[in-house]
């Protein structure tokens, strides 16, 4: 039976899958053992694959939008008609008509990666938006202040730590973010068998709290005050170590002046952690042989996700545990995006302009997305237009029904995207491109996030038909189109891989596009690496460790927790959210294999909120927040902290119009009709989705 190997593209873990097949169908997916970073590893979602492939739902031909329903067109026509709709926006209202957003799977797909940035460069406009400042932007924001670029973001080696501490991540379920790294259950047990320690800070007990060392609740975003707190102790108790590091790093006294008002004993009562415990979790983590602490959606997507990653940093960085064995570390991938974007320039750049109603700032040629909407809604909004690339913000984005209703006003919109869902129902033209298994796969940005060196080509297992376009063929024919010349001068994706694979420091070590299509489980190149100060982008070299942003944005912290701000009593509930493993964001809900059984779109509630609340589980609920309220199942559980409760994102399948058969039968509710688009990071503009006021009262039945 023919057999294919390749990587799965669908989270950040990049497992190596055998798949078997005949002709056109898929037989079986398992993971691949011999893949040497994935080591047989995968999830209930790489199955789903054969799904996607097969999904009756998926568009395979352009479709437009008419007075009779959605009708399918040519590739011919549709292009036309894009590019004339365009550019009539442009012509009628000028530069910056047109709003574009760029979901997570342009991450994970090489062509979007390599061909989407000029296609975006073509609609010469401001309002540029991405899943970015729904997620990780925190991370950029630190690693352009600190280290001087803002992709290099640095990862936890947890192959080699002997203490890995989390703040607000699960990677048991996630299978790991900004730290690729499959396998993580055998890696994490790892940890403790060879003696070391994992410890969770998480306001709820997640699966993966459940198999640490220790777990600690916390209220939501008041993480800032523990590491706060534990940076102070570092210091107080000369812990402090910068090893190789001191030679090269700035801004330690500031650091250190700037703690001396956190001790353990101002914060405790506020992080519900008591002295001893930070003390004690501060002097594991010093004494620690080598140890890391990460941070993650849960510090990111939160009201001070900017300081929580600059102190998540600095605390790695005061114990010496940064590029060295065990501690955060830098990757050096095959092919070096970082290194590259940095020779052309793009270090990152920010504050170049800003939003319109709240002025907040650009960061690296994009606006938050939670001004999205608001900015498109204005009375005077110069917005007419809208693109979508593999994205769902209806579902993904704060306070999606407000983005609901600003889609509709739109003069022309386009999405490119597999499916007819929530957002791109609102679209005048669908243009899909091929996925997954019909691509070829090379992972650009996550060999970047990886927590071992190592390459893999993916060839595509099946031939697209003549009816299907691949994302960089339908970028580059629009590019074509819009401005007359054909993006990266004419180079097709292979060449630009082999190229990239030329000037990355593996080349000479035999790492060729070649070995790797002779190599299809993929080719190690072994454990992270110090590599400091020489991979710093910052001019001098050197290490900020306290950036006048970070250390300005902590008058916040006084004034949020050290004033006499009352709590909102209409609102007296705290909202997270919360991942599955058999669900990715909002897309992979028609794959009746991953969402059959038990209801997961719930509302986590603790016993003693629920009994206050006369609730009891399963019984249906209202949640509203200050944007909307929405009717929920509750699901009683202690592994909540009291005062908090949680949802998970990414469901919400009931709207009209959509293409989605099996994902609209097991719909759920929409979190983000919940979360407010005012609820940011001030300091980054990320949408702070932890942590949004809610109440809950029982559904009349
Ligand atoms: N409340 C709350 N909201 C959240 C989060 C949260 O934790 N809580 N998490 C946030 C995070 S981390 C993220 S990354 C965002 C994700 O936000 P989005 O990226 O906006 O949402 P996705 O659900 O990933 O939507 C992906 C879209 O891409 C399409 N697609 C899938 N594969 C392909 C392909 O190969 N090509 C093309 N062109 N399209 C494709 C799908 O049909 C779908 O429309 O959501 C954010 N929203
Ligand atoms: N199965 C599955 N895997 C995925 C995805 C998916 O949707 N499903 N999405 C992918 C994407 S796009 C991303 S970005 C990654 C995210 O990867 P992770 O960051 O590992 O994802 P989450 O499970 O959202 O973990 C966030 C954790 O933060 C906790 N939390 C919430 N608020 C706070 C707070 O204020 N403080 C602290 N300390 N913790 C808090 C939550 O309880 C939760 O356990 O996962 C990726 N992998
Ligand atoms: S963990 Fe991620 S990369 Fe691995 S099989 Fe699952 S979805 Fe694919
Ligand atoms: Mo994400």
């Known amino acids: 039976?023919?057999?294919?190997?390749?990587?799965?593209?669908?989270?950040?873990?990049?497992?190596?899958?055998?798949?078997?097949?005949?002709?056109?169908?898929?037989?079986?997916?398992?993971?691949?053992?011999?893949?040497?970073?994935?080591?047989?590893?995968?999830?209930?979602?790489?199955v789903a694959l054969k799904d996607i492939y097969e999904d009756p739902d998926r568009l395979k031909q352009p479709v437009k939008r008419t007075d009779d329903g959605w009708v399918e067109i040519s590739w011919e026509q549709a292009y036309e008609e894009v590019v004339n709709g365009l550019q009539q926006i442009k012509e009628k209202y000028g530069r910056d008509s047109i709003a574009v957003y760029q979901g997570n799977p342009n991450v994970h797909n090489v062509g979007s990666m390599l061909f989407g940035p000029d296609f975006v460069r073509s609609l010469r406009t401001k309002y540029r938006y991405s899943a970015t400042s729904a997620d990780q932007l925190p991370h950029h924001f630190a690693g352009l202040l600190m280290f001087g670029h803002y992709f290099l973001l640095p990862v936890p080696d947890i192959d080699r730590t002997d203490f890995l501490l989390i703040f607000g991540g699960n990677p048991l379920v996630s299978n790991g973010s900004i730290m690729s790294a499959p396998d993580m259950a055998n890696r994490l047990k790892a940890i403790q068998k060879r003696g070391g320690k994992i410890v969770l800070i998480d306001p709820r007990k997640t699966e993966t709290a459940k198999k640490a060392d220790a777990h600690y609740f916390i209220p939501p975003g008041r993480d800032v005050l523990l590491l706060l707190a534990m940076i102070h102790t570092v210091f107080r108790e000369d812990w402090d170590n910068l090893r190789h590091l001191a030679d090269f790093t700035d801004g330690v006294e500031d650091l250190k002046n700037l703690v001396s008002d956190y001790a353990p004993e101002k914060v405790a009562d506020l992080v519900g952690i008591a002295v001893t415990d930070i003390v004690q979790l501060t002097k594991e983590f010093c004494e620690a042989e080598s140890a890391v602490c990460y941070g993650r959606l849960g510090v990111s997507t939160q009201a001070f996700g900017g300081l929580c990653q600059w102190l998540v940093n600095a605390l790695n960085i005061v114990t010496g545990n940064f590029d060295r064995a065990g501690g955060m570390m830098f990757s050096q991938p095959a092919i070096d995006t970082v290194a590259q974007t940095a020779m052309m320039g793009r270090k990152g750049k920010m504050g170049r302009w800003t939003s319109d109603v709240r002025q907040l700032v650009e960061f690296a040629g994009e606006l938050p997305v939670s001004t999205m909407a608001e900015d498109m809604l204005e009375a005077d909004s110069s917005i007419k237009g809208m693109v979508t690339i593999a994205g769902n913000p209806v579902l993904s984005t704060p306070n999606g029904k407000q983005l609901d209703q600003a889609l509709e006003q739109m003069d022309f919109m386009v999405s490119i995207d597999i499916y007819l869902n929530e957002t791109t129902r609102h679209a005048n033209i669908i243009l899909p491109p091929t996925t997954g298994l019909e691509t070829m796969h090379y992972d650009l940005v996550f060999h970047i996030l990886a927590i071992r060196n190592s390459a893999k080509y993916s060839a595509p297992l099946f031939e697209k038909t003549a009816d299907q376009r691949h994302d960089w063929e339908i970028f580059t024919e629009l590019v074509k189109r819009m401005t007359g010349t054909a993006p990266n001068g004419g180079m097709s994706p292979?060449?630009?891989?082999?190229?990239?694979?030329?000037?990355?420091?593996?080349?000479?070590?035999?790492?060729?596009?070649?070995?790797?299509?002779?190599?299809?489980?993929?080719?190690?190149?072994?454990?992270?690496?110090?590599?400091?100060?020489?991979?710093?982008?910052?001019?001098?070299?050197?290490?900020?460790?306290?950036?006048?942003?970070?250390?300005?944005?902590?008058?916040?912290?006084?004034?949020?927790?050290?004033?006499?701000?009352?709590?909102?009593?209409?609102?007296?509930?705290?909202?997270?959210?919360?991942?599955?493993?058999?669900?990715?964001?909002?897309?992979?809900?028609?794959?009746?294999?991953?969402?059959?059984?038990?209801?997961?779109?719930?509302?986590?509630?603790h016993p003693k909120d629920a009994e206050a609340l006369d609730i009891s589980n399963n019984q249906l609920v209202i949640a509203t927040s200050r944007i909307g309220s929405i009717v929920i199942k509750a699901e009683i559980s202690d592994e909540i902290m009291e005062g908090v409760v949680s949802i998970p994102h990414g469901w919400g399948h009931n709207r009209e119009n959509t293409q989605m058969?099996?994902?609209?039968?097991?719909?759920?509710?929409?979190?983000?009709?919940?979360?407010?688009?005012?609820?940011?990071?001030?300091?980054?503009?990320?949408?702070?989705?932890?942590?949004?006021?809610?109440?809950?009262?029982?559904?009349l039945n």
């Open 1 to 46: 039976m023919p057999t294919h190997y390749r990587t799965c593209n669908l989270c950040e873990a990049m497992c190596g899958l055998v798949i078997q097949y005949e002709n056109q169908t898929v037989l079986d997916i398992r993971g691949d053992q011999a893949d040497p970073f994935s080591r047989g590893h995968i999830c209930p979602k790489a």
């Open 494 to 605: 292979e060449m630009i891989l082999q190229f990239g694979l030329q000037m990355g420091t593996y080349s000479s070590k035999g790492v060729s596009l070649e070995a790797l299509k002779k190599n299809p489980h993929g080719i190690d190149l072994g454990p992270l690496q110090p590599c400091l100060p020489q991979r710093l982008f910052t001019t001098d070299k050197r290490i900020q460790l306290a950036p006048t942003a970070f250390v300005e944005d902590t008058d916040r912290v006084a004034t949020t927790f050290f004033s006499d701000n009352q709590t909102d009593n209409d609102f007296p509930l705290a909202l997270i959210g919360r991942r599955h493993l058999r669900s990715n964001n909002s897309w992979m809900h028609n794959s009746h294999r991953l969402v059959k059984g038990r209801n997961r779109c719930t509302l986590l509630m």
């Open 661 to 699: 058969s099996v994902a609209n039968r097991y719909a759920g509710v929409s979190i983000n009709d919940l979360t407010d688009h005012l609820l940011i990071d001030p300091l980054t503009g990320n949408a702070a989705f932890n942590g949004v006021p809610v109440r809950v009262s029982r559904a």
